[in-house]
């Protein structure tokens, strides 16, 4: 028995070592208004004035939205731009997962909010402190995220397209489950289906 104990143990280990990819599973809600985007389209970003005054830090969100914008045919071009896109991210981090630490009646919920639960904020660029009495800088912090992109007409200021995308998980490399959550905000673009839907990406371990 102790020997079956051992294989299994053993098993069990290697099929945790094969496990390459981490699963970032989003919460999507999207919104089209016709004509529909074209595939190939040209545009620009467009930045709200808190995020002109980070402008090292929108960049890099930037980059990373167009990653994924150029993923579903959408081209990046200052010069001659028929779509402005605007891209917000906010990431919030409390010091214990849900169910873990105390509760204090905040945890945000699935409508492309933040609650008002303690830990820290870093919404559209800029980084905000809040404290916690009592307690240090958390060993498994848990992170709340949310990216939000909107396509606006350049001749008409319309809003065309507008996409949220929300997520929750323990990894704290945000750049790479930022970029996995704009591949997942464009989900189906630039036909998406109605309401709140859950979309899986696949990244690196």
């Not at 010091?95 to 830990?119: E, I, K, R």
């Not at 980084?127 to 992109?149: A, E, I, K, N, T």
Request: charged share 15%.
């Amino acid at each position: 028995m102790f020997r079956s104990l051992i294989a299994t143990f053993l098993i069990a280990l290697g099929l945790t070592g094969c496990a390459t990819t981490r699963l970032v599973d989003s919460d999507v809600r999207s919104y089209a208004t016709p004509p529909s985007v074209p595939v190939g389209a040209h545009y620009r970003f467009e930045r709200l004035p808190s995020q002109q005054a980070n402008a090292a830090q929108q960049a890099r969100l930037e980059a990373m939205a167009q990653q994924a914008l150029a993923k579903v045919g959408l081209q990046r071009d200052d010069a001659s731009a028929s779509y402005s896109v605007q891209v917000s991210v906010g990431v919030k981090v409390d010091p214990y997962s849900p169910g873990d630490g105390p509760y204090d009646g905040g945890w945000p919920g699935w409508n492309f909010g933040f609650g008002l639960h303690s830990g820290h904020m870093m919404i559209g660029g800029s980084h905000l402190m809040h404290g916690f009495p009592g307690f240090g800088v958390p060993d498994r912090p848990y992170y709340w995220r949310q990216v939000s992109l909107i396509i606006r007409s350049v001749s008409t200021h319309q809003v065309v397209y507008e996409t949220q995308a929300a997520h929750d998980g323990p990894w704290s490399d945000s750049d790479t489950i930022l970029s996995a959550m704009f591949d997942a905000a464009l989900k189906d673009f630039p036909t998406p289906p109605q309401g709140v839907r859950r979309v899986n990406i696949e990244i690196p371990r």
